[in-house]
Structure formats: C-alpha cells, structure tokens
C-alpha cells in the first residue's frame, strides 16, 4: 500500500513539473487571445491596445484572434478546452456572464471553467433618443410608458444582448412597460432611431457618440452608477428616480482554469502596468470606457454576481432561452 502511495504520489509530481517549469519560463513563446466578435470592433481593439504594451513586459507578441458567433461563446469555449500553461486567453466582455444566463446548452461553465486574470475596462451604455425627439429626459420617457406602454418601445442590438437586457431591467426597476425591437448589432439601431422607427435605443457610447456630436441624436441617460466622464453633463438613470440602477458592460482577460498561479499573477502585473500607461488609458477613454483592473478573485466575484443578475432578468421577463 505504501508503495503504491509513493508511486502514486511520484506520477502526481511528474504530472506537475512540466507546468511547474513552464511557469518559471513563461513566457518564450506567442501568446494567443480569442475575442467572440468582429474584427476591428470594441472588444478587438480593446485586446489589441492593451496586449501591445504588455508585450513590452512580457517579451513574447501577442496574436489576436476573432472567433466570432453564439454571442462570443464560441471563443469562450475555445478557451476553456484550451491547454492552461497561459499562452491561450480570452477577452471576455460583459456579453460572457449575459451568454451563461440566456444559452441552455453550453460546453462550459461560465465561471468555474475560467482562470480570471483581471478587468481591463468599464463602460456605460446610454440611453439615447432623436434631436427632435419630444422626451428631454428620461423621466418624461418613463412617464408616457405608465401613461401608455404601446407608445414607447426601445431599439437593441439584439434579442439577448447586453443592451436588451440593460432594457429589461430598466422596464422592471422602474415598473413600466415598454415594447423592445430588437435589430442585428448597433449600426442597425442607430439607423432605425434616425429612421423613426423606435423613440429610444440603448447602445454603446462609441456607437452612437458620432451622431450625438453631429446634433442628430440626444442622449438622456447613462446606465452607470456614476456620471459618464466624457458626458458629465448627462445624469444616470438612478438620478432621474430609478433607484438602484447601474449597468455597464466590461472586458478582461480570462485563461483556462487551472492556469498556474504564477502565469496568472505575471499576466495580471502586465496588465496593471499596461493600464497605467497614458496612450492606453486615452485609447479605453476615447472608445468610452474607464481603465481598470483588479485581482483574480475580484473579477471572479464580479462575473459571478453579473450571471445570477442577468439570469434573474432572464427569468422575470420570460426572454427565450437560446
């Protein structure tokens, strides 16, 4: 028996040392990053800026790759079956704790399957309605929604989407009703608000901040918990009586679970650093979002807490599972 225990106890350690030595190593070789959307879009230029000054760090390139479809759940799950030695990754956006509330049948788990690394950024989403549109706030909005909910209706990027879902839990804070149309992505949403076909989308700042400046459209609210930075003028939906309120969309990196704790600390150092750098942080500005980071465990409390939200407003607003 006790000879079975020692050689037992000797598979287990040779098992181990590969990842032991690759962990003094790491890295001295590319390093990969699966992001689920379309190349050239938020999450893409998001792991793109942010990897180049990690490269600095770490020595090693950084390739970034777009898998996209199924609401960036085929790249997470690329990922999870993925060899945890840390040179594959993922962007994660605030769409990966939506994707484990709306989908039935994924092949991972949506937290325990992932080794968070750290946040990258945050953003808000605003709430925006036309130039000439008769709402000058967000309260005279909500008020034609108690008057008559068929009145009012709200444009998203999708069934299913971060901003649907924004929508939906707004409907239900602020006990309203309101019709949601739901279109394919952003620009299909901001053509059908200059359109007239709805009175007030939800969407992302970088989608609609080009029409805001040119006097086409008005925003009336930002969803975060505090103003918008680039917007301080715009209150939030929690100043114009929607107690509680606070959505904002994110994205960070994520490896396999069982990732090396030593990979995952010298790959949250890098980011940390490359977050502190001022080209980088004016680059997250420009496309909305806050620079920040944190600890494994505190992404990992972070995606926790947005799964069983969204899974919450999945449930209430009986939205089909996928």
Request: proline share 6%; charged share 20%; hydrophobic share 45%.
């Amino acid at each position: 028996m006790q000879r079975r225990q020692f050689v037992a106890a000797g598979l287990t350690l040779a098992c181990a040392a590969p990842l032991t030595a690759s962990a003094q190593d790491f890295p001295d070789k590319p390093i990969k990053i699966y992001q689920g959307f379309a190349a050239g879009g938020n999450a893409d230029t998001i792991a793109r800026v942010v990897s180049a000054e990690m490269t600095k760090g770490l020595g090693q390139p950084f390739v970034v790759e777009a898998q996209t479809g199924a609401g960036g759940t085929i790249a997470a799950a690329t990922v999870a079956r993925a060899r945890p030695d840390g040179y594959t990754l993922l962007l994660a956006t605030g769409g990966h704790a939506v994707a484990g509330a709306l989908y039935n049948k994924l092949n991972y788990q949506t937290v325990s399957d992932f080794q968070m690394i750290s946040t990258v950024t945050f953003f808000p989403f605003l709430l925006v309605v036309r130039a000439d549109s008769p709402y000058r706030s967000l309260g005279e909005l909500l008020a034609a929604a108690r008057g008559d909910a068929r009145s009012v209706s709200y444009g998203s990027a999708g069934i299913g989407s971060t901003h649907h879902l924004a929508g939906e839990l707004l409907v239900k804070s602020a006990k309203v009703e309101m019709l949601h149309v739901p279109y394919r992505g952003d620009a299909a949403s901001v053509t059908a608000l200059l359109g007239g076909e709805v009175p007030m989308i939800i969407a992302p700042p970088t989608a609609v901040m080009p029409n805001i400046k040119a006097g086409k459209l008005r925003a009336l609210a930002t969803t975060g918990a505090q103003r918008w930075s680039a917007m301080p003028e715009l209150p939030t939906v929690v100043e114009q009586g929607v107690a509680g309120y606070d959505v904002r969309s994110w994205a960070g990196f994520m490896a396999p679970a069982g990732t090396p704790r030593p990979i995952v600390e010298r790959l949250r150092t890098e980011t940390l650093k490359a977050l502190q750098v001022p080209a980088v942080r004016a680059r997250l500005e420009d496309m909305g979002g806050e620079a920040r980071g944190s600890t494994p465990e505190e992404m990992t409390t972070m995606v926790s807490a947005e799964l069983k939200r969204w899974t919450a407003v999945v449930n209430d607003s009986h939205i089909p599972r996928q």
